[in-house]
């Protein structure tokens, strides 16, 4: 069932901008809590914290134990939790794995990536009172090769229009929409009445998400979606060398850190 949180997402469609971002852990959860409309448990961690080479190797225990971490950190945001791979073959399998979700993690919702093909599980997960979120355009999970964006054949852009038509229409209470053209992002947007988040779609959408590690500069990855806040890599770096410094040289421990 949508809970009052969900409820005033949608109500920001065509209004001031949602605010969204990963989470993999409670630390990090705890700061974007404060800021964020909603946090995601994507399973973009598989490759980000896990070093896979595609999201496709993550399972249903790795998105639980992460999730159940992030919850601890959330205090106003809606917890979303990505449902991976082969979680949702069909409808009973779907919903078996979605219950399960939700009962350990207690998260608001959960993000399925796809459109007119999986449209029959979305369907029967909304039913059963389950709040998702669909994910259109570029789908890491049904990528074999190397991710490129979406958009460029009039084709992809019909289908990717109606995966979108439908989702709406099945009910789901947000779209994220990743790595489109510019235009096909907006024409999205304007013909849905839900919320559309973008990841690499422009600003034509209702909010934007990144994932948490692209921002802070704390991946190696670099695609021009993105805008690197800070250098994580670098502060680290810097700190690390002088703890090793201060270990080799007998400055630490210091007086004020023993007992
Ligand atoms: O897995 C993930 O982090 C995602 C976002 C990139 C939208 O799906």
Do not use: W
Not at 29 to 41: A, G, M, N, P
Request: net charge positive; with cysteine; hydrophobic share 35%.
């Amino acid at each position: 069932m949508e809970n009052k949180k969900i409820r005033e997402i949608i109500k920001r469609k065509n209004k001031n901008p949602i605010v969204c971002l990963t989470s993999y852990s409670k630390t990090i959860t705890e700061i974007l809590d404060k800021y964020c409309d909603i946090v995601l448990v994507g399973d973009s961690l598989g490759m980000v914290l896990y070093g896979m080479k595609s999201t496709r190797e993550v399972t249903l225990d790795m998105m639980i134990n992460h999730a159940k971490s992030v919850k601890k950190g959330i205090s106003k945001s809606i917890l979303v939790v990505d449902m991976p791979y082969q979680s949702y073959k069909n409808k009973k399998e779907a919903y078996k794995n979605a219950k399960k979700i939700i009962k350990t993690t207690k998260c608001d919702a959960l993000k399925l990536e796809g459109g007119k093909k999986i449209i029959n599980v979305v369907k029967y997960l909304i039913k059963k009172k389950i709040p998702v979120m669909g994910h259109v355009g570029l789908l890491p999970q049904s990528e074999k090769g190397k991710f490129k964006f979406k958009g460029r054949s009039s084709f992809e852009r019909k289908r990717i229009i109606e995966d979108a038509r439908l989702l709406s229409n099945a009910g789901v209470f947000a779209i994220v929409i990743e790595c489109v053209e510019e235009s096909l992002a907006e024409i999205i947007s304007k013909s849905i009445p839900i919320p559309t988040i973008g990841i690499g779609a422009s600003k034509h959408c209702d909010g934007q998400i990144l994932v948490t590690d692209d921002l802070l500069g704390l991946s190696n990855f670099t695609p021009k979606f993105i805008r690197k806040y800070s250098n994580m890599r670098s502060i680290i770096n810097k700190s690390v060398l002088r703890f090793r410094q201060d270990v080799i040289n007998k400055n630490f421990p210091s007086r004020k850190n023993i007992y």
